[in-house]
């Protein structure tokens, strides 16, 4: 079936017609008013002020597309090619995952915590150290500005590239196993004006390969695969049949597959009292916990989200 008429009034109820049955109310009007927005640029409320106004047919074209997709579970970030993070606008596609509020909280928290160290660390008294770090002021013992950044399996970018917007001084780089998602990645940084060195390169193989072998980090960040393959029928359809499983899932019988492989280059890779950062498994927190200080990570840090579950873990060597 197609929309009937040009008319906006005649879009908005064949789109309520045809997705009723497969969204809720108010998710469908918020879909609406998101398509509507992107395709004519009208607001919610201008929407029914112009009932009565017609539309050209590629316009309509749009939403017929849109509407076929969505009845599809499509996420509305794939079907416009494009999500928001952090207050900046980053490409998507199926080769990436759709960024979410919980890793903006990770982003937050870096940079915040990061901004923090640099404040201390130039405040500190003319000829003091900061790579020594006193019973005082731990957190800024790593720092010597500027600061560099590893974001592992990167996706979309939008963390590396998010870090890089907030602390300019940072020299950032980002890795990934899938070319694929690098590419967006790339397009992202440039999207957004900043520089950040991509490789590629699978964090599970024991064959090192940063671009500079001496290369040393301030501070390793990754929101690695952590969904468990027996966690796939509490999810939605919208996930499942469209984000790329091979950043989402991990198998069962080692769940922190990722984490510990990290956690390994990490020790390597870190400056003296670098740090680390990572997004779990919400149910994985206290397990996650004892791999990095088994492992003899410092001053592990379990941090909860915005709904109150375990998401985030920072520690240092």
Same mark, same amino acid.
């Given at each position: 079936?197609?929309?009937?008429? &040009?008319?906006?009034?005649?879009?908005?109820?064949?789109?309520?017609?045809?997705?009723? &049955?497969?969204?809720?109310?108010?998710?469908?009007?918020?879909?609406?008013?998101?398509?509507?927005?992107?395709?004519?640029?009208?607001?919610?409320?201008?929407?029914?002020?112009?009932?009565?106004?017609?539309?050209?047919?590629?316009?309509?074209?749009?939403?017929?597309?849109?509407?076929?997709?969505?009845?599809?579970?499509?996420?509305?970030? @794939?079907?416009?090619?494009?999500? *928001?993070?952090?207050?900046?606008?980053?490409?998507?596609?199926?080769? %990436?995952?759709?960024?979410?509020?919980?890793?903006?909280?990770?982003?937050?928290?870096?940079?915040?915590?990061?901004?923090?160290?640099?404040?201390?660390?130039?405040? #500190?008294?003319?000829?003091?150290?900061?790579?020594?770090?006193?019973?005082?002021?731990?957190?800024?013992?790593?720092?010597?500005?500027?600061?560099?950044?590893?974001?592992?399996?990167?996706?979309?970018?939008?963390?590396?590239?998010?870090?890089?917007? =907030?602390?300019?001084?940072?020299?950032? /780089?980002?890795?990934?196993?899938?070319?694929?998602?690098?590419?967006?990645?790339?397009? =992202? !940084?440039?999207?957004?004006?900043?520089?950040?060195?991509?490789?590629?390169?699978?964090?599970?193989?024991?064959? *090192?390969?940063?671009?500079?072998?001496?290369?040393?980090?301030?501070?390793?960040?990754?929101?690695?695969? @952590?969904?468990?393959?027996?966690?796939?029928?509490?999810? #939605?359809?919208?996930?499942?049949?469209?984000?790329?499983?091979?950043?989402?899932? %991990? =198998? *069962?019988?080692?769940?922190?597959?990722?984490?510990?492989?990290?956690?390994?280059?990490?020790?390597? &890779?870190?400056?003296?009292?670098?740090?680390?950062?990572?997004?779990? =498994?919400? !149910?994985?927190?206290?397990?996650?916990?004892?791999?990095?200080?088994?492992?003899?990570?410092?001053?592990?840090?379990? %941090?909860?989200?915005?709904? &109150?579950?375990?998401?985030?873990? /920072?520690?240092?060597?």
């Amino acid at each position: 079936m197609r929309i009937p008429s &040009n008319k906006i009034a005649d879009v908005v109820r064949f789109f309520r017609d045809e997705l009723k &049955n497969t969204y809720e109310k108010d998710e469908l009007e918020t879909f609406i008013a998101y398509c509507f927005e992107e395709y004519l640029n009208l607001k919610r409320v201008d929407i029914f002020l112009n009932f009565d106004v017609t539309i050209s047919e590629s316009e309509l074209l749009k939403f017929n597309f849109a509407i076929k997709d969505l009845k599809q579970h499509k996420p509305i970030q @794939y079907i416009f090619g494009k999500a *928001d993070f952090y207050g900046l606008k980053f490409i998507v596609n199926k080769h %990436v995952l759709i960024p979410r509020p919980e890793t903006e909280e990770l982003v937050q928290l870096i940079i915040s915590r990061t901004k923090k160290q640099e404040s201390r660390a130039e405040n #500190q008294e003319p000829g003091t150290n900061v790579q020594e770090p006193s019973a005082k002021n731990q957190d800024v013992a790593h720092l010597a500005l500027p600061i560099s950044i590893l974001d592992i399996g990167t996706g979309s970018g939008c963390i590396p590239v998010a870090l890089k917007k =907030n602390i300019p001084l940072a020299k950032v /780089y980002a890795l990934d196993i899938s070319a694929e998602a690098l590419d967006i990645a790339k397009q =992202n !940084a440039e999207l957004n004006t900043v520089d950040v060195e991509f490789f590629q390169h699978n964090i599970l193989s024991a064959t *090192d390969m940063l671009p500079d072998p001496d290369l040393k980090f301030d501070i390793i960040v990754s929101n690695p695969p @952590y969904i468990c393959v027996s966690e796939k029928e509490q999810m #939605q359809n919208n996930v499942l049949e469209h984000e790329p499983h091979l950043a989402l899932f %991990v =198998n *069962d019988n080692d769940p922190l597959l990722f984490y510990r492989s990290i956690a390994d280059f990490a020790l390597k &890779n870190l400056k003296q009292n670098g740090e680390l950062y990572f997004e779990i =498994n919400q !149910a994985l927190g206290p397990e996650t916990t004892l791999l990095l200080e088994s492992k003899g990570f410092k001053n592990v840090v379990l %941090v909860k989200d915005i709904n &109150n579950n375990n998401r985030i873990l /920072y520690c240092n060597i």
